[in-house]
Nanobody, 124 residues
Framework: QLKLAESGGDFVQPGGSLRLSCVAS????????IAWLRQAPGKEREGIAC????????NYAYFAKWRFTISRAGDQTVVHLQMTDLLPDDTAIYYC?????????????????WGQGTQVTVSS
């Protein structure tokens, strides 16, 4: 398992943008599918986006498809989630997870390493 750490969460106004980062504290992210998931208060955790180990295959939840972009650095040290046109409904704790691609990659199954999360708050 990896120790993952997320960063980049913040308080932004609707329509704003944020870039979240996911790094492994002791190793690189090489060889693993990386996913971003989020959990809002009172709601179940939901998958946002995932990227395979090569960076060539991605998948997005319907709400993220045109606003969010997942990418991984060539040196496999960081995976980003670029978020634009943020909405109040995007308010949640955002987690990154590492592991193997299972199903559509947006569920929790297959991921054996998780970060502590970073808070994103979208409000006017």
């Amino acid at each position: 398992q990896l120790k993952l750490a997320e960063s980049g969460g913040d308080f932004v106004q609707p329509g704003g943008s944020l870039r979240l980062s996911c790094v492994a504290s002791e190793y690189t992210l090489a060889g693993r599918t990386i996913a971003w998931l989020r959990q809002a208060p009172g709601k179940e955790r939901e998958g946002i986006a995932c990227i395979d180990q090569s960076g060539g295959i991605t998948n997005y939840a319907y709400f993220a498809k045109w606003r969010f972009t997942i990418s991984r650095a060539g040196d496999q040290t960081v995976v980003h989630l670029q978020m634009t046109d943020l909405l109040p409904d995007d308010t949640a704790i955002y987690y990154c997870a590492a592991g193997a691609w299972a199903g559509d990659g947006l569920g929790s199954k297959g991921y054996d390493s998780w970060g502590q999360g970073t808070q994103v708050t979208v409000s006017s």
